[in-house]
């Protein structure tokens, strides 16, 4: 049955447009107009691709577990204690499912890519969200509880996630209806600035990762005498930064494939290493958020502030709520062209094309 069903073909860098191309990635390259079932079928068979779906897509189902554990076997409909908990597993189930998804419909179009990786974008800024409303109910040290910086750390949180998603929205096209619009891209572009493009991103997404850190970092770092919150957990939270900061240098270095383009393209470039340890990391920091948890719930109910549904799901959800706006606004121009270019995809069939065209 297998032999029955005719995988896509893959292309060389020459043989794509410029805003699917990969920094010292030279094949394995899908059609730049794939069908959402040439998509689905690329997942079976070796692209340049493929393993970043998968070391998304697996991890996904065991965050889904566990998530489904704390579900099933807490109270969480009764004890408030378990909610920023509850929050923090939702989006480790939502960015590893974006990006696979991102990763694996990207090649639909242009226009599709760029839609594709702006919910990739929101969906790590919930994450980042996520992990300050743990670190705020259960990591923060204990000389920091009730302070002014401990009662305003999840206002400015939710404010770093919009930031996050709009200045990584417009690391890609630059602003709607101003730079672009359903004609055209005016100004700038990715394509035209990959560089500038990429500086943005890392900056979109190091901003709240260094804001939500600042209480660990205390912890980890500065703090000493009385109230440090020194315990065993701490181990599990120096595993994670250094992976956090192992993934943070493999997305923006490219390594290893810049050092031997080509002769990574399928296995082993650093955008599939950046997924596995993001993982990998991810576990570690769940591990240590439910490791403090336990261990500190009983000095945390006394003194810390109330948990509520304001500074937990309803911070989530106002997040939400925001990126998905931000994420409409920069998709409807690319969205209003949609059936202007449909036909122009359908009878194009040559992969080769030049420049960042949205077709």
Not at 54 to 81: A, E, G
Not at 301 to 325: D, H, R
């Amino acid at each position: 049955m297998l032999s029955l069903i005719k995988l896509p073909r893959v292309f060389t860098i020459h043989q794509v447009p410029k805003v699917f191309h990969e920094d010292s990635i030279i094949s394995g390259y899908r059609h730049p107009r794939s069908s959402a079932t040439d998509c689905i079928l690329s997942l079976f068979q070796l692209t340049n691709e493929t393993l970043n779906i998968w070391t998304h897509f697996l991890p996904t189902w065991y965050f889904l577990w566990k998530l489904l554990t704390v579900v099933l076997m807490r109270d969480v409909w009764s004890d408030s204690f378990t909610w920023p908990l509850l929050v923090f597993l939702m989006s480790c189930c939502v960015y590893p499912l974006a990006s696979s998804c991102a990763h694996t419909f990207s090649t639909m179009s242009t226009r599709a890519r760029h839609i594709c990786f702006f919910f990739d974008y929101g969906a790590l800024s919930l994450y980042s969200l996520g992990s300050a409303i743990t670190y705020s109910a259960y990591v923060i040290p204990d000389k920091w509880v009730n302070s002014l910086f401990h009662q305003y750390y999840i206002p400015i949180a939710v404010v770093n996630t919009v930031i996050c998603t709009a200045l990584a929205c417009y690391s890609r096209l630059g602003l709607p209806y101003i730079q672009y619009n359903h004609h055209s891209i005016k100004r700038f572009s990715e394509c035209k600035s990959p560089k500038f493009g990429k500086f943005l991103r890392i900056l979109a997404f190091a901003l709240p990762y260094l804001f939500d850190n600042i209480p660990l970092f205390y912890r980890l770092y500065l703090c000493v005498g009385e109230g440090c919150t020194d315990n065993d957990t701490n181990a599990l939270h120096h595993t994670h930064i250094a992976l956090a900061f192992l993934t943070a240098f493999l997305f923006a270095t490219h390594l290893p494939e810049r050092l031997a383009p080509g002769s990574f393209d399928y296995i082993g470039h650093s955008h599939q290493l950046f997924h596995v340890f993001g993982i990998i990391g991810t576990h570690f920091q769940m591990e240590a958020i439910e490791q403090d948890m336990v261990t500190r719930r009983p000095w945390l109910l006394t003194y810390s502030l109330p948990i509520t549904f304001t500074n937990t799901l309803g911070a989530a959800l106002l997040s939400v709520t925001l990126s998905l706006g931000i994420i409409f606004l920069f998709s409807l121009p690319l969205l209003w062209s949609a059936t202007r270019g449909e036909h122009t995809e359908k009878t194009q069939s040559h992969p080769i094309a030049k420049g960042c065209q949205y077709h």
